[in-house]
């Protein structure tokens, strides 16, 4: 999800039903551009990363960057510097796809070809490769269980993984191609996956109940890339890219196993990525990032004035630069945004 570097060629492929756009690109370097949740303006930026594609919040003041070269490099946010940076396995020329860090503290990673890497962040050491499928597409973790959940992007299911042991637990066929997953926060029972076929399919497991995907009586209406849970009243929203239009939209839903409502929002660019944090704002800030035509990042802010399927546009901001990934760290007063540099 996430090659060969042609000298000085910028290609973009801009696929119907993609999880994610790519990027290749010879001068392969990346910014982070750090905007304050108080008023969003652009307060610092620190470029020069090299090859970096994925961003996680390792915790207070500090930034884990996966680069497309297998290196991992944790930042001091408030310093501005790489405190440490380590090879964690070997390159698939276009970076590393997901990562998530589950309820034991370590990092999963999706990695080259079927492998997920486990990093213990704890110590900097890579605990074990292995391969939960055929080509695992994304994963998440829950937040209350040792257990993540992934999508292959090569046969079309959704899988569970046991932490203890890295064994994988279950699989469950999907009809359609599978394009992102996420799993409820509170509790943990509920898993959602979103598709990137044409009709923008969304499929639940209820762990309580069943191991098996089923439809949900809903869809977006256009292929899926991004699934995320905001708030904690089983609400979650689905970035539309809609790549044939001049903009895409989100899907708001709210249920897991019925479907109380559903409602689409228009917004600029096509979207690709989004965070939410519930710290800042009223009921906290959606952050939505898009790729405008012209190949640059627009970060549309949704607030929530009365519930999280109402929200409304706060904010818009220009960057300069292909976007890349996009994290809120738990304190709420940044959002922090990956482009090309």
């Known amino acids: 999800m996430k090659s060969v570097f042609v000298p000085f060629l910028f290609l973009l492929i801009l696929a119907l039903g993609c999880h994610e756009v790519m990027e290749y690109q010879s001068n392969d370097q990346s910014r982070l551009t750090f905007i304050r949740s108080s008023d969003f303006q652009v307060e610092r930026s620190m470029g020069g990363l090299q090859q970096g594609r994925a961003l996680l919040s390792g915790g207070s003041n500090e930034i884990i960057l996966l680069s497309a070269d297998g290196t991992l490099s944790r930042i001091d946010s408030e310093d501005m510097i790489v405190d440490t940076s380590y090879t964690i396995g070997g390159s698939s020329g276009t970076g590393y796809g997901d990562a ?50 992934f999508t292959d992007s090569s046969e079309d299911y959704i899988g569970e993984i046991w932490t203890s042991n890295n064994h994988t637990n279950f699989t469950s066929n999907t009809l359609f191609p599978l394009a992102d997953i996420m799993i409820e926060p509170i509790g943990g029972r509920h898993v959602i996956a979103v598709c990137s076929n044409d009709a923008g399919s969304i499929y639940g497991i209820w762990l309580n109940l069943s191991e098996t995907a089923r439809f949900l009586q809903v869809s977006t209406g256009s292929p899926c890339s991004k699934v995320i849970p905001i708030g904690s009243d089983s609400v979650y929203v689905v970035c539309c890219p809609n790549w044939s239009s001049a903009n895409g939209y989100l899907t708001f839903v709210r249920g897991y196993v019925d479907i109380e409502s559903s409602a689409r929002f228009d917004v600029t660019g096509h979207p690709m990525d989004m965070c939410f944090n519930l710290s800042s704002g009223y009921l906290g800030y959606l952050y939505v990032m898009s790729k405008t035509d012209s190949g640059n990042t627009v970060i549309t802010v949704l607030g929530f004035p009365y519930s999280h399927t109402e929200p409304e546009v706060i904010a818009v901001i220009n960057i300069d630069g292909f976007p890349r990934d996009v994290i809120a760290p738990s304190d709420g007063e940044y959002l922090i945004v990956l482009t090309s540099d």
Request: charged share 10%.
């Open 100 to 149: 998530a860090i589950a309820t034991n503290g370590n990092l999963y990673v999706l990695g080259p070809g079927s492998q997920v890497i486990e990093v213990n962040l704890a110590t900097n050491i890579v605990e074990d490769h292995f391969s939960p499928g055929s080509k695992p597409g994304s994963i998440c973790a829950s937040s209350t269980m040792g257990r993540l959940y």
